[in-house]
């Protein structure tokens, strides 16, 4: 079910949001190789957990469509940067 709502709230919202820390090496890789398939979402669209979930599924959108797969250290370093920046309920 949460998985559904985020993907419901992704679709629906967020797209192309300001990021922050631009110019940050974690945010071009994020631009890089996240904007290859769909446009950017703001790192706060989803909490820490919900950004975890959604990369993998994206690995897996990525591996469907032939394009080239995250690094480990690419990974990693994307979901540190969304996991940061991302929505933490109070």
């Known amino acids: 079910m949460v998985f559904f709502l985020g993907l419901v709230i992704v679709g629906t919202s967020g797209c192309n949001a300001s990021l922050p820390e631009?110019?940050?090496?974690?945010?071009?890789l994020y631009q890089q190789r996240c904007s290859q398939c769909h446009r950017l979402y703001g790192p706060t669209l989803?909490?820490?957990e919900m950004w975890a979930?959604?990369?993998t599924r994206m690995e897996q959108e990525m591996s469907r469509r032939g394009v080239a797969p995250l690094k480990?250290?690419?990974k990693q370093t994307i979901l540190e940067y969304l996991r940061k920046h991302a929505y933490k309920p109070a």
Do not use: G, I, Y
């Open 22 to 28: 631009p110019e940050s090496p974690a945010a071009r």
């Open 46 to 48: 989803l909490t820490p």
């Open 53 to 55: 979930v959604m990369v």
């Open 72 to 74: 480990v250290e690419e």
